[in-house]
């Protein structure tokens, strides 16, 4: 288990400090930009918040997992508010606190995956049945899904609905009752899509990009000529040009590109390598938990952090439309950098309490004992 505490905060450190200097190369286009002192503040932020979680009983989560899971409600319910929460390109998703803002859908990601770690440990024995393990929980996601949609963030949403269902599944509720709600949802998610011309415009622009170019496609198809004029070791540190107005968003939902732009294949590579290994890292310490609650965060944990980074990367290289999710641990915002933090600061103190039992159950040997010559 140290092995693989080790490498997974070794993969965190490599990305976040990987972020910290695309950031400050990509903010040289905008003349007194702060972003690159204010992520570097927040990731300080986070670090110490995550090591101080990593050093607490992740156990005591249980004790406020419903009022986590009902502050978060009430934040996404303030944030649709006009004149509380900040409205920017047709949605309202942020918090304005002293000139930071905050995104509520970041503690809602928390708190839904803490909720339904307790929730399945809890109702263990119940989880196969259709009320017990799918109409409350089911309940429960909805809120919360339906609040994040009316933002409207789309993307966050089918995060966290995915993260949602395999925190389930594992859980022990029956895949034939995830079936049909799942195409339930898929059915209602396509029927909002063709009665919302932008992202309907986004996801034919996907389909046809070269066709989209100088209109909805603009963004992703800048964002695959920074990638390819990148090649195979970049143009250089600081030498990218798309930071310069041709790439929108390219600190946040498109640094990825940036990436490809200045440090080439090679470094791209090496980020998606690292969240590989952190999926794996997740993996093991949600297997070698040491209570299904342990398990069952773990499991949501790994898999929100490794899911949002492979659409984030996936819509920059147009293998999916665009969603509009930041890059974990290198994208700027710092409510999401504080948060995916807290994730890992999580699992290490699961990991930490899983060695612990690991050592309880090796037995003791009485050293005199041992030694003694064997008779027959």
């Known amino acids: ?61 249980k004790k406020v997992a419903w009022p986590l899971y009902g502050l978060a409600v009430v934040s996404l319910v303030l944030v649709l508010i006009p004149g509380i929460g900040k409205s920017a390109n047709g949605a309202s998703r942020w918090f304005v606190i002293h000139g930071q803002s905050f995104q509520p859908s970041e503690l809602a990601k928390l708190g839904l995956v803490v909720l339904l770690a307790f929730y399945g440990e809890r109702y263990q024995r119940h989880m196969p049945t259709w009320r017990r393990g799918l109409l409350i929980p089911g309940l429960l996601v ?30 022990g509720v029956r895949w034939l009752y995830l079936v049909p709600v799942g195409a339930l949802g898929a ?52 030498n990218g040009i798309q930071k310069y107005g041709y790439v929108p968003e390219h600190l946040t939902d498109f640094i990825f590109a940036m990436l490809g732009e200045e440090l080439g294949l090679v470094c791209t590579l090496g ?41 984030n990367i996936g819509v920059v290289t147009s293998a999916l439309p665009n969603k509009g999710l930041p890059l974990p641990f290198i994208s700027r915002g710092g409510s999401n950098l504080l948060f995916m933090l807290i994730c890992v600061g999580l699992l290490l103190s699961v990991a930490r309490k899983a060695t612990d039992r690991q050592r309880a159950e090796v037995p003791l040997v009485d050293l005199d004992e041992a030694s003694a010559p064997q008779t027959s």
């Open 1 to 61: 288990m140290k092995l693989v505490t080790s490498v997974l905060v070794f993969c965190v450190a490599a990305l976040l400090s990987l972020g910290l200097v695309v950031l400050y190369s990509s903010s040289m286009g905008r003349n007194g930009a702060s972003y690159p002192l204010m992520q570097t503040l927040w990731c300080g932020l986070g670090i110490a918040v995550a090591a101080l979680v990593a050093c607490l009983d992740y156990r005591h989560l």
């Open 271 to 311: 980020v998606l390598a690292a969240f590989v290994v952190l999926l794996l890292c997740g993996a093991y310490i949600a297997w070698n938990a040491r209570e299904p609650f342990g398990m069952l965060l773990a499991t949501g944990l790994t898999f929100l952090i490794g899911l949002q980074a492979f659409v």
């Open 187 to 238: 059915v209602a998610f396509g029927f909002a899509l063709l009665h919302d011309p932008t992202r309907l415009s986004r996801l034919l622009s996907w389909l046809n990009p070269e066709q989209t170019k100088d209109g909805v496609g603009y963004q992703a198809w800048q964002a695959m000529l920074a990638l390819g004029s990148g090649g195979l070791t970049g143009t250089g540190l600081g």
């Open 142 to 171: 909805s809120l919360v899904l339906g609040l994040v949609f009316l933002e409207p963030d789309w993307g966050t949403t089918l995060l966290l609905a995915s993260v949602s269902g395999v925190m389930l599944l594992v859980a």
